[in-house]
């Protein structure tokens, strides 16, 4: 690829940071737009700055909501890669106005900014599965160790009723059809990416988000570990080097996905469930047993969510690499060896 500039909205997050590492790793010049309120971000900027060419990144610490400052942060870039958002739907029920604010308007903010960049960019934006709903129409049987569609063995693919449950789906979903709409109306080259549950190194997970990480971060540090519901809810896990695999295909074939919705995860074949499957595996890791205590249900979570992945590797050519054994055990050991980044958690 020749070398662009390319903006990252939430460049110094999670998926943020290990795409603008890629990015300049290759050659590009990159800006990160981000408020650095996650934790972790001051951090992945640090390992930004001494891992790569430091004179090919600048970042801008501004939110989505200044506009002004977006917009000159967009102008004359080859590509926007819009991440930046509140990320949990339990965060978005206690405040529904930063929710939207973060997502919806932010993401209307971005792409005003990009329609009037003059040089039509690609726009990547990061979506999620929950733009689906609880979809009660799909069949689900329970068995020993998890949730099973009962006639959708490829699992959800993008012709799904869309259902925005939460105050996160809502504002996630405005967001999603935004970005394909403007692909429509104003001819942006606008990619959807409906994310599954996306892991891998520099992911400073949480309890309300990132639940890979945050569970392997609990185990090794010793912290309280609470399973909502039963711990049978199933998940497509997709590693973070997959999805930028999926980022770089969406922009090799922007002629033919822009306009497009793509369900991004691991697919039927790296799905798992939370606990009664992952707790085996991160057992294993550790070599012993790792207590946990049970909540209640909470709202929005779904019993089972796995990404129909067959029109991404048609049109795009792309298919997860990493099989989810191996990539719990690539973070596993990141996390293990890298224990004092997480002393704050």
Same mark, same amino acid.
Not at 7 to 12: F, N, P, Q, S, V
Not at 131 to 139: A, I, N, Q, S, T
Not at 240 to 252: F, G, P
């Given at each position: 690829?020749?070398?662009?500039?390319?903006?990252?909205?939430?460049?110094?997050? /999670?998926?943020? $940071?290990?795409?603008?590492? !890629?990015?300049?790793?290759?050659?590009?010049? =990159?800006?990160?737009?981000?408020?650095?309120?996650?934790?972790?971000?001051? !951090?992945?900027?640090?390992?930004? +700055?001494?891992?790569?060419?430091?004179?090919?990144?600048?970042?801008?610490?501004?939110?989505?909501?200044?506009?002004?400052?977006?917009?000159?942060?967009? $102008?004359?870039?080859?590509?926007?890669?819009?991440?930046?958002?509140?990320?949990?739907?339990?965060? $978005?029920? =206690?405040?529904? !106005?930063?929710?939207?604010? $973060?997502?919806?308007?932010?993401?209307?903010?971005?792409?005003?900014?990009?329609?009037?960049?003059?040089?039509?960019?690609? /726009?990547?934006?990061?979506?999620?599965?929950?733009?689906?709903?609880?979809?009660?129409?799909?069949?689900?049987?329970?068995?020993?160790?998890?949730?099973?569609?009962?006639?959708?063995?490829?699992?959800?693919?993008?012709?799904?009723?869309?259902?925005?449950?939460?105050?996160?789906?809502?504002?996630?979903?405005?967001?999603?059809?935004?970005?394909?709409?403007?692909?429509?109306?104003?001819?942006?080259?606008?990619?959807?990416?409906?994310?599954?549950?996306?892991?891998?190194?520099?992911?400073? *997970?949480?309890?309300?988000?990132?639940?890979?990480?945050? /569970?392997?971060?609990?185990?090794?540090?010793? #912290?309280?570990?609470?399973?909502? *519901?039963?711990?049978?809810?199933? #998940?497509?896990?997709? /590693?973070?080097?997959?999805?930028?695999?999926?980022?770089?295909?969406?922009?090799?074939?922007?002629?033919?996905?822009?306009?497009?919705?793509?369900?991004? *995860?691991?697919?039927?074949?790296?799905?798992?469930?939370?606990?009664?499957?992952?707790?085996?595996?991160?057992?294993?890791?550790?070599?012993?047993?790792?207590?946990?205590?049970?909540?209640?249900?909470?709202?929005?979570?779904?019993?089972?969510?796995?990404?129909?992945? +067959?029109?991404?590797?048609?049109?795009?050519?792309?298919?997860?690499?990493?099989?989810?054994?191996? *990539?719990?055990?690539?973070?596993?050991?990141?996390? +293990?060896?890298?224990?004092?980044?997480?002393?704050?958690?």
């Amino acid at each position: 690829m020749n070398e662009e500039k390319v903006l990252i909205t939430g460049g110094a997050g /999670f998926i943020g $940071s290990n795409l603008a590492h !890629r990015l300049l790793c290759q050659g590009h010049e =990159v800006t990160i737009f981000d408020n650095l309120s996650r934790s972790g971000c001051r !951090r992945n900027l640090a390992w930004l +700055r001494t891992s790569t060419d430091p004179a090919r990144l600048r970042v801008v610490e501004a939110d989505l909501r200044d506009y002004a400052t977006l917009l000159e942060a967009c $102008s004359g870039v080859d590509r926007i890669y819009h991440l930046a958002g509140q990320v949990a739907v339990t965060t $978005s029920v =206690v405040d529904p !106005r930063h929710d939207f604010e $973060s997502n919806a308007l932010g993401t209307f903010n971005a792409l005003e900014a990009a329609r009037l960049a003059g040089n039509n960019p690609i /726009f990547i934006y990061a979506s999620t599965n929950k733009v689906y709903g609880g979809m009660e129409d799909v069949g689900i049987c329970e068995e020993e160790s998890r949730y099973r569609y009962v006639d959708r063995p490829h699992g959800i693919g993008e012709d799904q009723p869309l259902d925005f449950h939460s105050p996160y789906g809502c504002s996630k979903g405005a967001g999603d059809q935004y970005v394909r709409d403007y692909a429509r109306i104003y001819g942006l080259r606008t990619v959807v990416a409906r994310q599954s549950c996306i892991y891998g190194y520099r992911q400073f *997970g949480i309890e309300d988000q990132g639940w890979v990480a945050w /569970f392997i971060i609990a185990a090794l540090k010793g #912290r309280p570990i609470t399973i909502y *519901g039963n711990g049978k809810q199933v #998940r497509d896990v997709l /590693f973070i080097e997959d999805l930028l695999d999926a980022y770089e295909a969406m922009v090799r074939h922007v002629d033919r996905a822009a306009g497009q919705v793509y369900n991004i *995860g691991g697919g039927p074949a790296n799905s798992i469930s939370i606990w009664a499957e992952f707790g085996q595996h991160l057992e294993a890791q550790m070599g012993r047993p790792v207590e946990v205590r049970y909540g209640a249900w909470r709202p929005g979570d779904q019993q089972i969510y796995v990404s129909d992945i +067959r029109k991404a590797e048609a049109e795009l050519g792309w298919k997860p690499r990493t099989p989810v054994k191996e *990539g719990i055990a690539c973070l596993y050991a990141w996390i +293990r060896d890298n224990q004092e980044m997480f002393d704050h958690l």
